[in-house]
């Protein structure tokens, strides 16, 4: 799955009603992912990790906690390529969400889920990013 996919894949996904915590988008990228092959369901992981991966920088750091600033770093790819670019040019922009405490852990368990659909197993996968908090050493260097 290239980043267009990616990103056209939540946008299709995303739903018209209010979902604060992503649930419902969580869920519908779930029912989709599971419909298709491993290989989407793995390029969705890649594809999110590198977006989390990319925001896991100490101009985001906030004073949240390693798994609250995970949560939120999600809640901004969970609102869209637009606003996700927005904030990566604007680190300010990601200060709402931090502040107002936006989580969507729930994306984070979208490939483990439909793996488990299509398969029955549980995925014990890596990625090429890891997505946890300040694993980004370049992003929490001093320049």
Known sequence: MDENTFWQ?????????????A???????????????????????EQLSWALYRLDRKEFGHDLSSDGFL???AAVVAAGRETYE?????????APYAE???????????PDQAFRRITGKEWDRSTRYSYESY?????WADE
């Open 9 to 21: 894949l939540i946008d299709d996904c995303t739903p018209s009603t209010s979902d604060p915590d």
């Open 23 to 45: 649930e419902l988008l969580a869920t519908a990228l779930t029912n989709r992912l599971s419909a298709g092959t491993l290989a989407t369901v793995s390029g969705f992981a």
């Open 71 to 73: 949560y939120t770093r």
């Open 100 to 110: 107002d405490l936006i989580w969507a852990e729930s994306l984070l368990y979208v």
């Open 135 to 139: 694993s980004n050493t370049a992003g």
């Open 86 to 94: 927005a904030v990566l040019r604007d680190p300010q922009l990601f």
